[in-house]
């Protein structure tokens, strides 16, 4: 029988010790059908939940079964009190998703055989052999459910495509073909994103662009949770609070996205973003301090946040896998284009499924997570996404003059796959030093509190520079000052107005159904664009 009744005891265990686990994880009496027994003990259990019951232990389970006929005698038939029971006891809550997928992949294995695919390859069951029953059961353990997939795809889509598919379109095609098209579709449509909460970054980076991976860098405490999360803001939330002008500005953008962190609580990452949104300090929001009309921003904020489709997703231990599933879930099911990952580095959990598929071969930090970047980059081009990422720095980032990916914690290469990098630290006295004299004719402008080291700008006109900004870290906030080259030359630029200009209009929301004027409209494009606070 295409059955684990082992897994299958632990997973009906565990759910009945912990019912909450429905929540977090999918299970479908799909995975239980194999036995009707199995099928209708789930099915009790996942009612028995929906229905608020707290506690499902053996009496719950005979009290509701008793209800119904069939199934009750089925029930009693299999001694089923002794077996729940026995499950409760024996159920192991810390070994629960090793049990699930092993559950998982033998309801997969049923799905194929009932579909006519020869399963074969992956589990015989006509083996009676132990030793051969031993091996099979070993090399099942250590192959994934998404390898069994990709083997199946391979044997009966990749390689019969390639043995007796019509398709020539692989063998390549003429440099020119297509070429006098992309002129023109470039003159109307420039390769341009959405914009970013910088005007200048967003000009450097030529905005959130689909299929483009951008990875961010700073030291322990740099603010990259922050101004990444106000990136991400502007992305989807269409208004924000200017406190200089001390009102609601309307900007246009509101793209579905998502923020996935793996080391802020769902509360810390709302705090900022509600700090972001509505201007006001994140202390006072933490210290439910507020002075003026503080807290009617926040209020209005919040109203704001909750109309628009931000998401936030919080995952502590998490492998490959897991942010691959959670990215395209969100893509399929919520529409989301854009995506912020805080942030790449060693885990657990990572570590073990990277040993896992390389079938136990140990591979280095930087080879780990060169692969974990190569997943995302894949990722963005498949799915047609943006995706901002973040890393941390190695120490020698503090006696470097020239900051690039030399300072990356782990790997260098993880630079090989992205399209823009860069490194956001704090000036240090001999930086500012160097830069005072560019300022001494920049009136009203604020000592720069933040460099932005662009390293890498893949199809930019600028790189190799640095984008010196003030930061307001309690609300996230930027505000661009000036550019300069390596060596402290000024560099003059001006922000890609039509080009953002554009990109608003395209993905913002209909005017139709938004109470603003026509010069409301005008204001809240300049003040998105911001202004240069000096002219070069």
Not at 81 to 92: G, M, P, S, W
Not at 334 to 340: A, P, S, T, W
Not at 509 to 520: A, G, K, R, V, Y
Request: hydrophobic content about 35%; charged content about 30%; glycine content about 6%.
């Amino acid at each position: 029988m295409l059955i684990d009744k082992h897994a299958t005891l632990q997973c009906l265990g565990c759910i009945m010790k912990k019912p909450s686990l429905l929540e977090e994880y999918t299970l479908t009496q799909y995975d239980f059908e194999e036995e009707q027994f199995y099928a209708i003990l789930f099915s009790c259990v996942y009612n028995l939940y929906n229905q608020g019951v707290e506690i499902i232990d053996t009496f719950a389970i005979d009290s509701f079964l008793s209800r119904y006929e069939k199934q009750y005698k089925i029930f009693n038939d299999n001694q089923g009190i002794d077996y729940c029971d026995d499950a409760i006891r024996l159920a192991e809550l810390e070994n629960f998703s090793y049990y699930l997928e092993r559950l998982k992949k033998f309801s997969l294995l049923r799905y194929w055989d009932s579909c006519g695919v020869d399963i074969r390859n992956i589990y015989d069951q006509t083996i009676i052999e132990p030793s051969r029953q031993e091996q099979q059961a070993a090399k099942l353990d250590a192959t994934s459910i998404n390898d069994m997939i990709l083997e199946e795809e391979d044997l009966l889509i990749t390689k019969a495509k390639m043995l007796y598919g019509m398709d020539s379109s692989r063998r390549g095609q003429l440099a020119g073909k297509g070429m006098k098209e992309l002129k023109e579709r470039l003159k109307e449509e420039p390769e341009f994103g959405i914009p970013l909460q910088s005007p200048m970054m967003t000009t450097i980076a030529r905005g959130a662009r689909l299929k483009k991976v951008y990875l961010r860098s700073a030291d322990s405490g740099g603010g990259k949770t922050r101004t990444a999360l106000a990136d991400i803001c502007n992305i989807s939330i269409p208004y924000f609070y200017d406190t200089d002008k001390k009102e609601w500005i309307y900007t246009g953008c509101e793209e579905p996205s998502l923020f996935i962190s793996t080391e802020l609580e769902e509360d810390e990452v709302q705090t900022i973003i509600m700090a972001y949104v509505s201007g006001v300090p994140e202390n006072k929001i933490l210290d439910g301090d507020y002075e003026g009309d503080e807290e009617e921003r926040v209020d209005k904020a919040i109203e704001y946040i909750a109309t628009y489709p931000l998401y936030i997703e919080i995952i502590n231990d998490f492998g490959i896998e897991d942010i691959s599933n959670i990215i395209k879930t969100y893509k399929r099911e919520k529409g989301c284009h854009y995506f912020v990952f805080d942030y790449i580095h060693m885990s657990a959990k990572l570590i073990a499924e990277v040993a896992s598929m390389s079938k136990g071969m140990k591979l280095r930090e930087d080879q780990t997570l060169f692969l974990f970047m190569d997943t995302l980059k894949n990722l963005a081009m498949k799915l047609d996404i943006f995706i901002l990422t973040m890393t941390q720095l190695n120490g020698t980032y503090k006696d470097s003059q020239i900051k690039d990916e030399t300072m990356l914690r782990g790997a260098k290469s993880l630079a090989d796959r992205i399209d823009l990098g860069e490194i956001s630290l704090r000036p240090t006295s001999a930086e500012l030093e160097c830069v005072k004299k560019l300022m001494h004719n920049m009136y009203g402008v604020p000592i720069p509190n933040l460099v932005r080291h662009i390293y890498k700008v893949r199809r930019g006109k600028l790189t190799k520079i640095r984008l010196w900004q003030y930061a307001d870290l309690s609300t996230g906030r930027t505000k661009d000052l000036f550019i300069t080259d390596n060596y402290y030359n000024l560099i003059e630029t001006e922000v890609a107005v039509a080009q953002i200009e554009k990109v608003i209009e395209e993905h913002s929301e209909s005017l139709d159904d938004i109470q603003i004027t026509d010069d409301e409209q005008q204001e809240a494009t300049s003040t998105l664009l911001g202004s240069m606070p000096f002219d070069f």
